[in-house]
């Protein structure tokens, strides 16, 4: 058979984000966010996707979704025509997708450094670091849980990459500091140690309220009204339930008309079917409720389409990551996202390696590869993840961050003019001689290849004698030390710093330290 | 912006080729090729694959390609109505388009088992061992240079992996071996320890004809004239320059009907332009030339378009493997070979690394990930490949073999039917219930997932008191060793076992040892 050919036509359509060419130790450059140069990988035809999207209409219509201990969204369900019965709600056909017509098919979501603000949806891809680790790890001192230094020190590595481009949230969980109040520490750490875009709390409405409030205090009231500045991922708790914990806080974010990220967490087989077709509408239908509910709470409000698959070992019964089935389905993922015109979240460089090994990255790369290829403009879970999400790795976060880089480069596609065909380099050079120095070279030399901060590309000989022999493990172990130790924060306006602490002293003294 | 949509059914025009799930410790079964449930990912649209073909033609017509030290080439040249100056061939734009259209787009490479025949061309991919290094490593051992011994560990475990379908050719330099009577050893080892299809010689035009010779003995004289039983990998010294060594070669394995593969290795920046684009063009002028060759040879016989673009780290300057570049050139390649109809060789599973680390993995995914990506039909160096080719890593071997099982997994993609779609799943549990024991798990459970026989899926604690706290190289270790002393070499006619034993032996009594 030959093979089906897809018309594409990038290079027309968008820039390149080409990144410019810099010394591995130079300061932090970097763009903002990339904005991809090559199209989508799309793997399934018209037919298949309208197969799926109807077993989501049924799942909708026929089974449904509870949303417990909320009543206003069962009020919002009921004022927009769904079939509510207790806390389960029934959809017609068709009734969700008109819904969340009304959400943006992109936005900017703002940095405190305008320089940093990313552009979420269309053909934007953003990088961010992993989230919701209780436990890190490095090669020093092995596995232990994490803190409010680790969390900062996470923080700290994600703003010296230039090939990050959010802070992200809860990095690692601060299990130093209380429940009830870490959530102030972390987001008072993002705007302190980072200038970049980040994320808030969701793990209660008042949590999610506070993360908004100083958000405000960085970007003002009416700013934060009008434009995104702040991020919450919320989860379903699939199969079919949506949580009020979930639903308040993702009300929360839209609301204050900032983006919430939609996102079922689907290990197949066991929260859903352990065929992907079925995983993969189950997934649709929690996620498409989700995002509705955003735009019945306030209408254009920003909303992120999200998607976590995973597998499972047969054997074990462990959850699996990195692996082919939910990186094939991440495609698919994309295409349905993108005929729902929404900003898409979806894979990561995930693994189940409990070392920064050669299993962690061959899982990592399959993975994270399926992001950029199914057209994710939000990438969380970008660096750092080990051990099914258990634990944050200082040396896999800054192999990841490598491999960010690699991916800019790889976004960028194959640019084709009248330089980069080379003519006049062949008839320069002619038969059986070299290009090292002609002038097509010179011309090109500096921004033509990725050149990684981590991996060995000396000769055998060299790498063992002068080298010592290591492998990326233990180079990645030096280059994060050597990172933090060269860290500078970000300038933060005095004002807003003394506004934020007073808040957060504020916050801490009104409540009891609570552990649960 | 929204990204391109490729239109693309691949499950309603090819059959998946979903390997069996089996026990990892089981005895090798799996496909003997995989039919690619998946489309190819084509990132250029028509205009810029044409500016490429445009500058192609080109260098073809305006700069010529010299063949050296092989005059029947230039008999060849001139006969089909190209311009000979000395050595010098050019050639008018469309006329070894013309050529090349007498080759087959699709044969069957038949191994002495008729049941690990492969198919090479169309949707189909065939997996084989890196080729060509002369060292080998292991953990225990190091790095050394190989032997008779590692030459035939490799073609066991290869063999004895469910993974891959292809014993490969040279796939470590038998160092202990007279250079002239290596290939003798080689051959015989293919056909001896494995039942798969394999390859031959082309370090000279004689070691071709004994390589074929000895095909002759395994298969009979008149079905290899009428039949692909072995191939031939040979190499354009880009740039623009065909060395007589090769190309006799080349005619060698096309008068027997048999294929030669094309492959120009363009380290750009060195061997080429330091751009994608001009290095693609360039690529694909030789390599058309050297298909071209094959047909004036003896028009018909089957030949594979082969590419091996790679990069050069600027700082150092040496080659680098499994970067972004050459991975993204290779999906541009795959959509120039589909646009000649011919079978293609491209990509494989690079690294430069010394150790079969995080870096071997990272960069030999995203490298392995092109091949299949690109539509690749035979991809040499999928298992094994360390150091730039120069060592073959007994680990990695294993890994990537491993690897290769997840891409069975990958390349059936998304199946959509009414089983996969498990409406009658999602009826049965309802929200908040689990999947774990319906009867869809239950029908579906024993083919759902890839699990892997090398990554840990076991929690943390499992792992490091159990487990030993090892990583991927320790287990992969393990592994080759367990593997090598449970082979089993396949059943051989003891008459074609004595035949080529005899041939071996008359060879070489026929000639003095040469060490060069």
Redesign the interface.
């Given at each position: 058979?030959?093979?089906?050919?897809?018309?594409?036509?990038?290079?027309?359509?968008?820039r390149p984000a080409r990144p410019a060419r810099r010394d591995n130790a130079a300061k932090i450059a970097g763009v903002p966010y990339i904005v991809?140069n090559?199209?989508?990988?799309?793997?399934?035809?018209?037919?298949?996707l309208v197969?799926?999207e109807r077993?989501a209409d049924?799942?909708l219509s026929?089974?449904?979704?509870?949303f417990r201990d909320d009543p206003a969204s069962l009020d919002h369900w009921k004022r927009a025509g769904a079939k509510v019965e207790g806390v389960?709600v029934r959809f017609e056909p068709g009734m969700l997708n008109e819904i969340v017509s009304a959400a943006p098919?992109q936005f900017t979501q703002h940095a405190r450094n305008p320089a940093r603000n990313v552009e979420i949806g269309?053909?934007n891809v953003v990088f961010s670091p992993a989230y919701g680790s209780p436990f890190v790890m490095d090669l020093d001192k092995g596995?232990r849980y994490g803190t409010l230094e680790d969390f900062r020190n996470f923080i700290k590595l994600a703003q010296s990459s230039p090939w990050l481009h959010h802070s992200g949230g809860t990095i690692c969980e601060p299990v130093d500091i209380p429940v009830n109040k870490r959530h102030l520490d972390m987001v008072y750490s993002h705007v302190k140690y980072s200038d970049r875009p980040f994320m808030g709390s969701i793990t209660a409405e008042e949590r999610a309220e506070d993360s908004i409030d100083m958000a405000r205090l960085v970007f003002g009231h009416d700013f934060v009204d009008r434009n995104c500045v702040i991020l919450g991922n919320v989860n379903v708790?699939s199969?079919?339930?949506w949580d009020g914990t979930m639903t308040k806080s993702l009300r929360a974010y839209a609301r204050a008309n900032q983006a919430a990220v939609i996102v079922p967490f689907i290990l197949?087989?066991?929260?859903?079917?352990?065929?992907?077709?079925?995983?993969?509408?189950?997934s649709y239908a929690e996620t498409l409720a989700g995002c509705a509910l955003t735009q019945l709470e306030r209408k254009g409000a920003p909303v992120i389409f999200g998607n976590f698959l995973s597998?499972?070992?047969?054997?074990?019964g462990?959850?699996?990551f990195g692996?082919?089935?939910p990186?094939?389905?991440s495609?698919?993922i994309g295409?349905l996202a993108?005929r729902l015109?929404l900003p898409l979240r979806c894979a990561g460089n995930f693994s189940?390696?409990?070392?920064?090994?050669?299993?962690?990255?061959?899982?990592?790369?399959?993975s994270m590869?399926s992001a950029v290829?199914c057209?994710a403009n939000f990438i969380l879970h970008s660096a750092g993840f080990l051990?099914g999400l258990?634990?944050m790795s200082y040396e896999k976060f800054v192999?990841d961050t490598d491999?960010c880089g690699?991916?800019h480069?790889?976004l960028?596609?194959?640019?084709?003019?009248d330089?980069?065909?080379?003519?006049d380099?062949?008839?320069q050079?002619?038969?059986?001689?070299?290009?090292?120095g002609c002038d097509?070279?010179m011309r090109?030399?500096?921004t033509?290849?990725?050149?990684?901060a981590?991996?060995?590309?000396?000769?055998?000989e060299k790498?063992?004698e002068e080298g010592g022999?290591t492998?990326?493990?233990a180079r990645?172990n030096g280059r994060w030390k050597k990172t933090l130790a060269e860290y500078e924060a970000p300038p933060l306006d005095v004002a807003i710093d003394e506004a934020l602490t007073d808040y957060i002293a504020g916050r801490k003294s009104s409540m009891a330290d609570a552990w649960y």
């Open positions: 058979m030959e093979t089906p050919v897809a018309e594409a036509e990038p290079a027309r359509r968008t991809r090559i199209p989508t990988y799309d793997i399934l035809g018209e037919e298949n197969r799926i077993v049924r799942i026929e089974v449904g979704i509870e389960l098919s269309g053909g596995r708790n199969p079919l339930v197949g087989g066991a929260m859903g079917p352990v065929t992907n077709a079925g995983a993969i509408a189950q597998s499972m070992s047969l054997r074990s462990s959850p699996t692996t082919p089935e990186a094939i389905g495609m698919v295409q993108r015109k189940n390696s409990k070392r920064p090994d050669a299993q962690a990255m061959q899982e990592g790369v399959m590869m290829h057209g051990d258990l634990a192999m491999f690699a991916l480069s790889y960028a596609g194959v640019v084709v003019d330089n980069t065909l080379a003519m380099a062949f008839l050079v002619g038969p059986g001689s070299h290009f090292l097509h070279t090109n030399y500096q033509a290849f990725w050149d990684s981590l991996s060995d590309n000396e000769p055998f790498w063992s022999s492998d990326m493990a990645a």
